[in-house]
C-alpha cells in the first residue's frame, strides 16, 4: 500500500485507497477537465471534494499541495513519466501536481493516450492547451464574473462586462475558425485540448447564463464542438465530480 503521509493535504482528506490517483476537485470548468480525463482514460481515483464555501482551497493542507490556492490538484502514488522526457522521473514513486493544464499533460504522457504520438501534432496540440489555460479560461472566467457575480458592483460601469465579452467572443472566434472542416481541434483525433477546452464553453452557457450576451448563435461549429464534447460518457460523468455527500 502507498505511503502518502509525506503529502499533508491527506491529514485532512485521507486516502481511502492512497494506491490510486487522489483527485482535489471541484465541479468547475477548471475542475472537470481533470476529472473528465480520468474517466476517459480509464484512470481509478478518489475524489475530494474541495469546498468554495469554508474556503477549503486556501486552507494549509491543500495549499501544501497547491500553493496558489486553486483546484483542480491530485497526487498520484504511482507517478510515471515517459523515460524520454525525462529518463531519471519519479518512477513510480508518489508525485502530486497542481494547475489543470500540466495535470492533462502529464495523464496524456503517463498513459499514451489523448495526445499524439508524432512530436509535430504533440506540440500542436500543447498549444491549444495552452490557448485555453492562457486565453479562454481566464477571459470567459473574468466575463463570468463581472456578469453574473459582480453585477451589481458595475451596474454604473459597463466597461468590465463590455471587454471581457468581447475578448470571448473574439476566442470563440478563433475557435470557430479552427474548427473548419475539423470535429476536434486536432482534426479526427479527440485530445487534452478539447478537454481543457470545451468545458469553458458550456459553462459560460450553462453556469454564467452568458450564451446570448456572448452570441453563441454565431458560433456554430464551437456549439457543435461542445455538444459533441458533452456527449461523450466519460464527459456526463466527469462534469458531476466531485459530486456532493
Known amino acids: 500500500m502507498a505511503d502518502l503521509s509525506s503529502f499533508p493535504i491527506t491529514s485532512r482528506w ?4 492512497p494506491d490510486i490517483i487522489q483527485l482535489y476537485s471541484l465541479p468547475t470548468p477548471n475542475g472537470v477537465k481533470v476529472s473528465i480525463a480520468l474517466e476517459e482514460l480509464g484512470l481509478t481515483y478518489e475524489a475530494h471534494r474541495i469546498s468554495f464555501d469554508t474556503n477549503e482551497q486556501k486552507s494549509p493542507e491543500f495549499v501544501s499541495l497547491n500553493p496558489n490556492g486553486r483546484i483542480p490538484a491530485i497526487i498520484d502514488p504511482n507517478g510515471r513519466i515517459p523515460a524520454i522526457i525525462d529518463p531519471n522521473g519519479p518512477d513510480g514513486k508518489p508525485i502530486g501536481l497542481f494547475e489543470s493544464g500540466a495535470i492533462l499533460i502529464y495523464l496524456a504522457e503517463k498513459t499514451g493516450k489523448l495526445i499524439p504520438a508524432d512530436a509535430a501534432r504533440r506540440y500542436e496540440t500543447l498549444s491549444w492547451v495552452m490557448f485555453q489555460m492562457g486565453g479562454v479560461g481566464p477571459m470567459f472566467g473574468q466575463f463570468g464574473h463581472f456578469f453574473k457575480f459582480a453585477a ?6 459597463p466597461y468590465p462586462v463590455q471587454r471581457y465579452r468581447d475578448e470571448a467572443k473574439r476566442l470563440l472566434g478563433v475557435l470557430e475558425a479552427r474548427l473548419e472542416g475539423r470535429q476536434w481541434l486536432m482534426g479526427e483525433e479527440y485530445t487534452i485540448a478539447d478537454i481543457a477546452t470545451y468545458p469553458w464553453v458550456e459553462g459560460a452557457r450553462k453556469f454564467y447564463g452568458g450564451a446570448e450576451v456572448l452570441d453563441y448563435k454565431s458560433f456554430p461549429k464551437v456549439m ?3 455538444d459533441r464534447g458533452l456527449a461523450r460518457p466519460a464527459t456526463q460523468k466527469g462534469m458531476e465530480i466531485p459530486r456532493k455527500e
Request: without cysteine; proline residues 8%.
Open 152 to 157: 451589481d458592483k458595475v451596474a454604473n460601469n
Open 224 to 226: 457543435a464542438w461542445v
Open 14 to 17: 485521507p486516502a481511502k485507497n
